[in-house]
């Protein structure tokens, strides 16, 4: 091949990629482009959900000891700075804390299985008013049609009490499973709470050295918000739990305790968790008092809930820890899809996680500044849009958001002065109004 040749061949490929370029329309092609990536992201995270599928009777406690490390660490911290071995503090620490756990336990075990027949005497009671009801009722119905009326209900309460109280763990997983897991869970647990800034520095030994510092920034960043997350988190379902708990306590509903127990519970799995729970004890009140005091629960369940979200959580969750709640419930969906119960509450700490951590390997938060809000507003929150499409043009009204939006990217980098705020305008408000961008 001559010189000449050579020269032409490279040529002759751009020519090539050129004309294949002109025959296939810019956008077919950039949505080809990101199709395929799309595909290799969906590919990808197949491949980690079977992977933790293969792997989930080892790294479900390596997620828990390092989710309950998070809430027990503040504690032996407090114990080493006051001269305690940190031996010493981690022994305390997780000994009180089985002590209590294993305490609570017992006692609302206890409760739920004392409770368990009374709450049957109730159901029938409250079955067998309903009956008379349907027949003797403005509805007026026949006896014939209402004669099985529950009957199924109350043989599964009065015929499968064992089971209810009972066989619940047994059928979620096996005996030996738990207690291995339990076992792995506390082993991993003391190694944390001892030297667990000592793993991770070890651990990320593997991130080449031009980044390794980044990567354990943005761990130490992401594991100082699961601290966050855990505190918040335990205190808003204690109030949750004491809230519900006493009100149903005075509405006198049966396993008023039990029921309380399972909102603290179900608090760690935020919105759902929540919901499920209160529903639960707005049904066991139905069932036993009537509509009366289950309305009265409904309340109360409600207004828990609303003190959560609006002064609880805003209060005690750092800014780096807010997230929005549809990300939120799409993660816990995707987690309990995957991995069951554990996946729904394991979801929203990753998501905390890893939310810091990239934020702060893209260098968008330092020295616990969060760039994105510019001291704003407290984190991602669930606000509400001004209105824009209620007007006779919606394509005018998208012209001017698209306008409104480049002007505020092309400022992103601009901070205002001290005591001066900058005010993003409304422009359907605008045109109202008469006024213009402050």
Not at 73 to 96: E, K, M, T
Not at 103 to 132: S, Y
Not at 390 to 410: F, H, N
């Amino acid at each position: 091949m001559t010189e000449a040749e050579r020269a032409q061949r490279p040529r002759d490929a751009r020519d090539l990629a050129s004309i294949d370029r002109a025959k296939v329309h810019p956008q077919v092609r950039a949505a080809a482009e990101w199709a395929w990536r799309l595909l290799l992201l969906v590919a990808a995270g197949y491949v980690a959900t079977q992977l933790f599928r293969e792997f989930e009777e080892v790294l479900v406690p390596i997620a828990l000891a390092i989710l309950i490390s998070a809430m027990l660490v503040p504690g032996v911290d407090a114990l080493d700075r006051r001269g305690l071995p940190r031996s010493l503090a981690v022994i305390v620490n997780l000994v009180v804390a089985i002590g209590l756990l294993s305490a609570v336990m017992t006692f609302v075990v206890r409760e739920f299985i004392d409770g368990v027949p009374e709450l049957a005497e109730q159901v029938r009671v409250t079955v067998e008013k309903t009956r008379e009801w349907l027949i003797n009722g403005p509805l007026g119905l026949d006896r014939d049609q209402v004669r099985n009326f529950g009957t199924d209900t109350l043989d599964f309460i009065q015929h499968n009490q064992d089971r209810v109280t009972s066989g619940a763990l047994a059928t979620a997983t096996t005996a030996t499973e738990i207690i291995t897991g339990a076992l792995l869970t506390l082993f991993l647990l003391i190694f944390f709470l001892y030297g667990g800034g000592q793993i991770w520095r070890f651990s990320v030994n593997v991130i080449p050295q031009a980044n390794r510092n980044r990567v354990w920034e943005a761990g130490i960043a992401g594991f100082g918000t699961l601290v966050g997350y855990v505190r918040a988190t335990v205190a808003v379902a204690f109030v949750d739990a004491c809230g519900i708990g006493i009100g149903l306590a005075i509405l006198q509903v049966p396993l008023a305790l039990p029921l309380a127990s399972l909102v603290f519970l179900g608090a760690f799995i935020p919105i759902v968790g929540a919901l499920v729970t209160g529903t639960l004890a707005v049904l066991v009140a139905l069932v036993t008092q009537g509509w009366i005091a289950a309305v009265v629960a409904l309340a109360i369940v409600v207004g828990v809930m609303q003190l959560e979200s609006h002064v609880l959580q805003p209060f005690l969750l750092g800014r780096s820890v807010r997230l929005h709640p549809v990300a939120v419930v799409l993660g816990i969906a995707a987690g309990l899809v995957s991995a069951g119960i554990i996946g729904g509450l394991l979801a929203v700490p990753l998501i905390a996680f890893f939310n810091t951590a990239v934020r702060r390997l893209k260098g968008s938060v330092a020295d616990g500044h969060d760039a994105a809000d510019d001291g704003r507003r407290p984190g991602v929150v669930a606000e509400p849009d001004p209105p824009v499409w209620d007007t006779d043009d919606p394509d005018a009204a998208a012209e001017t958001l698209s306008r409104q939006a480049s002007g505020t990217d092309s400022r992103a980098g601009d901070v205002a002065p001290e005591g001066q705020g900058q005010e993003i305008s409304d422009p359907a408000r605008g045109d109202r109004d008469g006024r213009g961008t402050t």
